[in-house]
């Protein structure tokens, strides 16, 4: 079955610590990103790549760091720069063939620094 | 810069109840509008997309139009399920940057009780 897989789907960090999210997906797509999610302010996104090699950044991109160096892996780096990284991240993907396509999202990783 | 207004929840229903969820957008191009629903501890799915003024979006008998007159694109489903109960997005992708600009609303939880 195609689609996107997010792990761990729970991740504990101490303070300090840098910690890399794992996402995969196997739907041949060419765009891949990265999104925050915190009760009551939606998904805000931090990073996004259209292509193998390259990335941009979104919205809330300081402190947190990417790769690209396949097409079907998008690997999130939180570092110990980002200052509030408990929250709920979504790894999505899409066909890199317009605006109006959707993206197909993973099944999250909760992190939580303790 | 784009932005997406969906109501304010928690929204709770007796099932079979119509269901309204408001949803308002600011958009700099001519935006495709998007409803996603998640469901708990899961990434989101989705539930409808309109890519263009008067388009009806159309899935497990959820339905919504795009308004370009009064920019909305509400959700509405005519007898609402147990098994609907979720966190509702409404969402946007706006041309002038593609996909990599899809903006969420907040989302609403929705409940439904038995």
């Known amino acids: 079955d195609g689609g996107i897989t997010q792990s761990p789907k729970y991740l504990f960090r101490k303070e300090g610590q840098n910690v890399t999210l794992s996402c995969e997906q196997n739907?041949?797509?060419?765009?891949m990103y990265w999104y925050r999610q915190d009760p009551g302010q939606g998904l805000r996104l931090i990073y996004y790549?259209?292509?193998?090699?390259?990335?941009q950044k979104g919205d809330i991109a300081e402190g947190y760091s990417v790769s690209r160096e396949k097409k079907e892996s998008f690997p999130l780096t939180v570092t110990s720069a980002q200052k509030n990284p408990t929250a709920f991240y979504l790894c999505?993907?899409?066909?890199?063939?317009?605006?109006?396509?959707?993206?197909?999202f993973g099944q999250g990783t909760r992190l939580t620094v303790v | 810069g784009d932005s997406v207004t969906q109501m304010e929840g928690p929204v709770t229903l007796s099932e079979e109840a119509f269901l309204t969820i408001n949803c308002t957008y600011t958009?700099?191009?001519?935006?495709?509008l998007f409803w996603y629903v998640q469901y708990p501890g899961e990434g989101l799915q989705l539930l409808l997309k309109?890519?263009?003024?008067?388009d009806k979006g159309s899935n497990k008998g959820f339905e919504a139009t795009y308004r370009k007159e009064t920019t909305s694109f509400h959700l509405e489903k005519g007898s609402v399920q147990v098994s609907d109960s979720a966190v509702y997005f409404c969402?946007?992708?706006?041309?002038?940057?593609?996909?990599?600009?899809?903006?969420f609303g907040t989302g609403t939880r929705l409940t439904i009780i038995p």
């Open positions: 790549s259209q292509i193998v090699n390259d990335f």
């Open positions: 999505a993907s899409s066909p890199r063939t317009g605006w109006n396509t959707e993206a197909f």
């Open positions: 309109a890519t263009k003024a008067d």
């Open positions: 739907l041949n797509h060419d765009a």
């Open positions: 958009a700099t191009g001519y935006p495709s």
């Open positions: 969402a946007l992708s706006d041309p002038d940057f593609g996909n990599e600009k899809l903006t």
